[in-house]
C-alpha cells in the first residue's frame, strides 16, 4: 500500500489511471453493448442492402420511386417488410407486367438469392414482418382438420371451400391456392397483399397459420384421391349442372336417336 | 306373382299361360292386355325425352329409399370420428355425420348417392326439354292442355324436391342455400318474419329444418309426384301420342309401332340404357362433394355457392337485382330480394300458361293429334325462344363469379350485362326467331314449287344456264304443306250499314289484335295452294 501512494504522484501515474479508465469503460462496453453491431455478420448483410438497393434501382425504383417512397404508379415500400417482398417477387407478380385490375402470379423473374438481397434492402427502410422461418409455415406440424374450420371461416368465401380462388368485384380475384408454396401462403396471411386482408399474428396466431397452410396443403395436393371421382374443378355446383347437361342428358339424347332410328321392319310373311 | 300352380287341373296350360289365367280370373287382365298390348306409338326420337324423365325418376325413388336406411335426418350435434380424415374432430350435425358416412363407410354409397344426386340433375334438365318438346311442337293444345299443366306441376315440384335434397346432408354448400330461402322469406312485407319462424320452428337454422325437409323430400313431394306421373301416363295413353304430319297421318290416327313387343323392347331397354349412363356418370364424376365443403355453420360461407342448375335462374334474378331497400313507417323492406322472389314464379308461370292464352287468342276449340312444325307457328316458335333466352340469361346470371374467373372478365360488367339482357333479349329472340320461322316458311314454299336444287348446271341452246331442280316426292311435298293456316279473327265492322254503333268488349279488341300477331300477314306466308303448284309442275312454266 505504501509503495502505491508513494508512487502516486509519480508523472507516469496519470496515464495509469487513464489506461485503466479506458479499459474499464471498454470493458463495459463490451459487455454492456447492443450485441447487433457486434455481429460478425453485419459486413455481408450490409453487402446484401448494398445489392438489393442496386437490383432495386434497375427493377423497382420506377413504380416505386428511387427512395422506396412510392409515386402514383406503385405503393411506398416504408415498412412492407421482408415478407412481403418475398411473397410479391418470389410468386412472380413483381415487377409487375401491366397495370390492371390485378398483379397475375407468373414465373419469377429473380433468383431466391437476389429476392432476399431485394428483401433486405426494402426491411432496412423501416421494420415490418420478416421472411417466415420452415418451422413456421411447415405444413407437417399442422392440424388439417382444425385449418379447414379456419379456412372455412376466414379464406372460403374468396378462395372457394377448396381453395380453387373465385371472382371480386371489377376483374379482381381470389387466386387458386393450387401449387403456391406453404411460405407463400404464410407471407400473404402475414401482408396482406393485393385485395387480400392481413392476418397479423394478433388476430390469427402462428399456429392458426401453420393449421391452415396444412389443410390448403392437404386439399390443393395433386395425389389428394378426389373420392367421387372427377372433380369437375370444385367449383360447386355451376360445373356440375354443365357437366349433367352435356354428358348426361347429351349423352342419353343421343341414344334415344339413336334407338328410334332403328325402327321395327315389317316381315314380310 | 305366385304362380298357383294346380297341375291336376290343367296339365297341359304352361305356366305361364296358367298364370295370366289366374291374373285374368282377378284383375281382368285379358281385357287391360287386349286394348293396350297393341296400343300405337309414333317413332321419334323427341318423343323419348318424357321416357328420360319416368326413367331417371324410377332411378332416384331406387336409390333414394337405399340412401334412407343410412341417412339420420337430425340436427344433433357430434364429433365426427369417421374415416375421412381432413374432418376428424370436428363439431357437426347427425345430418351431416350420417351422409360422411355414406360417403366413406357403407358399401356403394357414395355410388348410390351419386347416382341420386346425378339422376336428380338429368331428371329435371329432362323435364325441361320435353317440356320446351311439347312447347314448339303445341302438342299442348286440346285435348292435352291438363297434361300439360300435370307436367308442369310435376317440374316445379322436381326443382323443389331437388332443393329441399341437396339440403339435407347440411354441409356448408347447403346451408348458405337455406339461409338464402330463409332470406327470401324475410323480406316478405308484414308476414315474413312469422313465416320464417313457422318454417324454422324458431330461430334459423334451429333443430327443425332438416327433420322437416327430409319429411317433404321423401314422402309429401315424391308422393305427390308419383301420383301426377301415374296421371300424366294415363292421360297419354287416354289422348294417345301426337305424331308429326306426313303421308298417311292424319288427326284421326296413330302411325308407328304396337307397344307389344317393339316399344315394350325399345323403352324397357331404354330404361337400362338411361340407368347405366346415370351410374357411369356417377361413377366417373364427383358430384356435391359435402366432405370438400365442410359441417354447416352460419358464421362460414364459401364462394362459388350457386343452387343445382335448377334453381340457378333464381339465383341469377336475386344476384342481377341491384341492393334496392326502402323504409316505410319503420319498416324496411328489402325490394332487393322480394322482387326476385316475386318474379321468380313469374317467370315460370310465364310458360305455363301460354298454352291456355294461345287457345284464347286464336279461339281455336278443335282436337289436334298432328304436331306443328315449330316454323309453322312463329309467333309460338318465337315466344318460346325468347323465354329460353330469359332463362338462359339467367343462369349466367347465376353464375357470373364463375363467368368471371374462367372468362377474365369483370363480374360487374356480367352482372350489367344480364340486367340489361334480361329486358332486352328477349324480345330480340323473339323478332330473330320469328323472321328465321318465316324464312323457313318460304323455304318449304319454294321447295313445293320448284323442288330441290340439284346442282346440275344446263346450258340451253340459247346460251342460257339453269339449274335443273328436281321435284319433290309426293309424300314430301304432303308433309311441307299438310298444315293448317289459320286466318286471324275479325271483329267486323263497328259500325253497321245503318250508322249503328255495335258494341265490342276490350277484350274482344285485345283478342283481335293478338290474332292478328299470330297469324296476320306478318307472321306466315301462305303456303302453296294446289293450283300453284299444278302451274308450275304442269311443265308451262319458266322451267
Redesign the interface.
Known amino acids: 500500500m505504501k509503495k502505491l501512494s508513494v508512487r502516486r504522484r509519480h508523472p507516469l501515474a496519470a496515464l495509469v489511471v487513464l489506461l485503466f479508465a479506458l479499459a474499464a469503460t471498454g470493458g463495459l462496453y463490451a459487455a454492456f453493448a447492443p450485441a447487433k453491431t457486434a455481429q460478425a455478420d453485419s459486413s455481408s448483410q450490409s453487402i446484401a442492402i448494398e445489392e438489393g438497393k442496386k437490383l432495386y434501382a434497375t427493377g423497382c425504383s420506377s413504380c416505386h420511386g428511387p427512395g422506396g417512397q412510392g409515386s402514383t404508379d406503385g405503393p411506398s415500400l416504408v415498412g412492407v417488410g421482408a415478407a412481403a417482398v418475398d411473397f410479391q417477387v418470389g410468386t412472380g407478380r413483381m415487377p409487375a407486367q401491366q397495370p390492371g385490375a390485378q398483379v397475375p402470379k407468373k414465373q419469377p423473374i429473380y433468383t431466391q438469392a437476389q429476392i432476399d438481397q431485394l428483401a433486405a434492402y426494402i426491411a432496412s427502410l423501416g421494420p415490418g414482418p420478416g421472411i417466415p422461418s420452415k418451422k413456421q409455415y411447415d405444413p407437417k406440424g399442422g392440424d388439417i382438420a382444425a385449418g379447414g374450420e379456419l379456412f372455412r371461416t376466414n379464406c372460403a368465401q374468396c378462395h372457394n371451400f377448396a381453395g380453387e380462388g373465385g371472382a371480386l368485384t371489377d376483374g379482381k380475384y381470389a387466386p387458386s391456392l393450387r401449387g403456391v408454396d406453404p411460405k407463400h401462403i404464410y407471407e400473404a396471411m402475414l401482408t396482406g397483399p393485393q385485395q387480400m386482408p392481413t392476418f397479423p399474428d394478433t388476430t390469427m396466431p402462428e399456429k392458426a397459420k401453420r393449421d391452415i397452410i396444412a389443410y390448403v396443403n392437404d386439399t390443393t395436393r395433386a395425389d389428394n384421391p378426389n373420392p367421387g371421382g372427377f372433380s369437375l374443378g370444385r367449383l360447386g355446383p355451376v360445373t356440375e349442372g354443365l357437366f349433367g347437361w352435356i354428358f348426361g342428358l347429351g349423352a342419353l339424347i343421343a341414344t334415344a336417336v339413336w334407338v328410334a332410328a332403328r325402327t321395327a321392319k315389317a316381315r314380310k310373311s | 306373382m305366385s304362380t298357383n300352380d294346380n297341375p291336376k287341373s290343367r296339365e297341359k296350360a304352361p305356366a305361364g299361360q296358367k298364370a295370366a289365367d289366374w291374373a285374368d280370373g282377378r284383375v281382368g287382365l285379358y281385357n287391360l292386355a287386349k286394348s293396350n298390348l297393341r296400343k300405337i306409338f309414333p317413332?321419334?326420337?323427341?318423343?323419348?325425352?318424357g321416357?328420360?324423365c319416368l326413367y331417371s325418376f324410377i332411378i332416384i325413388i331406387l336409390t333414394g329409399v337405399y340412401l334412407t336406411l343410412f341417412f339420420k335426418p337430425s340436427m344433433g350435434e357430434v364429433v365426427y370420428h369417421g374415416s375421412y380424415?381432413?374432418?376428424?374432430?370436428?363439431r357437426m350435425s347427425e345430418a351431416y355425420e350420417s351422409t360422411l358416412n355414406i360417403?366413406?363407410d357403407v358399401r356403394g354409397g357414395?355410388l348410390v348417392r351419386?347416382i341420386h344426386h346425378?339422376a336428380a340433375?338429368?331428371f329435371v334438365?329432362?323435364m325441361l326439354?320435353h317440356m320446351m318438346r311439347v312447347f314448339f311442337t303445341g302438342a299442348f293444345r286440346k285435348p292435352r292442355e291438363i297434361n300439360w299443366t300435370f307436367g308442369f306441376l310435376l317440374l316445379v315440384m322436381g326443382m323443389f324436391d331437388g332443393f329441399l335434397g341437396y339440403s339435407l346432408p347440411d354441409d356448408?354448400?347447403s346451408g348458405t342455400g337455406i339461409r338464402f330461402m330463409e332470406g327470401a322469406v324475410l323480406s316478405v312485407p308484414i308476414v315474413g318474419t312469422y313465416l320464417s319462424f313457422f318454417l324454422f320452428g324458431g330461430q334459423f337454422p334451429g333443430f327443425d329444418v332438416v327433420p322437416r325437409f327430409f319429411t317433404i323430400h321423401i314422402l309429401l313431394l315424391p308422393g305427390i309426384m308419383l301420383g301426377l306421373v301415374v296421371a300424366h301416363l294415363i292421360l297419354v295413353v287416354y289422348h294417345k301420342h301426337t305424331q308429326f304430319p306426313g303421308p298417311g297421318k292424319t288427326n284421326k290416327n296413330v302411325v308407328g309401332?304396337p307397344l307389344m313387343p317393339?316399344y315394350m323392347a325399345?323403352a324397357g331397354?331404354?330404361f337400362f340404357?338411361?340407368f347405366g349412363?346415370?351410374t357411369l356418370?356417377?361413377?366417373?364424376?364427383?358430384?356435391?362433394?359435402i366432405?370438400?365443403?365442410?359441417p354447416y355453420?352460419p358464421?362460414?360461407?364459401?364462394?362459388?355457392?350457386?343452387?343445382?342448375?335448377y334453381m340457378?335462374f333464381s339465383e341469377g334474378l336475386i344476384r342481377i337485382m341491384p341492393g334496392w331497400e326502402i323504409n316505410f313507417a319503420g319498416h324496411t323492406l328489402v325490394l332487393g330480394v322480394f322482387i326476385p322472389l316475386i318474379v321468380f314464379p313469374l317467370v315460370l308461370t310465364a310458360i305455363a300458361v301460354y298454352p291456355f292464352i294461345e287457345s284464347w287468342v286464336t279461339g281455336d276449340k278443335r282436337e289436334h293429334h298432328l304436331l306443328d312444325r315449330p316454323r309453322n307457328a312463329p309467333t309460338r316458335t318465337g315466344l318460346g325462344v325468347a323465354w329460353i333466352s330469359l332463362y338462359l340469361i339467367l343462369l349466367v346470371g347465376?353464375?357470373?363469379?364463375?363467368f368471371?374467373?374462367h372468362f377474365?372478365?369483370?363480374?360487374?360488367?356480367i352482372t350489367w350485362v344480364v340486367r340489361v339482357s334480361f329486358f332486352v333479349l328477349p324480345p330480340v329472340a323473339f323478332i330473330i326467331t320469328k323472321r328465321i320461322c318465316l324464312g323457313l316458311q318460304r323455304r318449304d314454299r319454294e321447295k313445293v314449287l320448284h323442288g330441290r336444287e340439284t346442282g346440275v348446271i344446263k346450258r340451253l341452246p340459247h346460251g342460257e344456264f339453269i339449274e335443273v331442280h328436281e321435284p319433290l316426292p309426293q309424300g314430301k311435298v304432303f308433309e311441307l304443306t299438310a298444315h293448317d293456316q289459320p286466318k286471324p279473327l275479325e271483329i267486323g265492322a263497328e259500325v253497321d250499314e245503318n250508322g249503328v254503333v255495335r258494341k265490342v268488349k276490350r277484350t274482344q279488341k285485345v283478342r283481335a289484335k293478338l290474332s292478328q300477331a299470330f297469324y296476320g300477314e306478318g307472321s306466315q306466308i301462305p303456303k302453296p295452294t294446289p293450283q300453284e303448284h299444278e302451274e308450275i309442275t304442269s311443265g308451262h312454266g319458266h322451267h
Not at chain 2, 85 to 90: D, S
Not at chain 2, 281 to 289: D, E, G, Y
Not at chain 2, 408 to 413: D, F, Q, R, T, V
Open positions: 317413332d321419334h326420337w323427341s318423343f323419348m325425352l321416357e328420360i380424415v381432413p374432418l376428424q374432430g370436428v360417403s366413406f357414395l351419386q346425378w340433375i338429368v334438365a329432362g326439354v356448408l354448400l309401332m317393339v325399345k331397354g331404354f340404357v338411361v349412363v346415370i356418370l356417377s361413377a366417373i364424376a364427383t358430384v356435391n362433394p366432405w370438400a365443403y365442410g355453420r358464421d362460414q360461407v364459401s364462394t362459388d355457392a350457386q343452387p343445382d342448375w340457378g347465376g353464375g357470373n363469379d364463375l368471371a374467373t377474365h372478365l369483370s363480374i360487374n360488367a
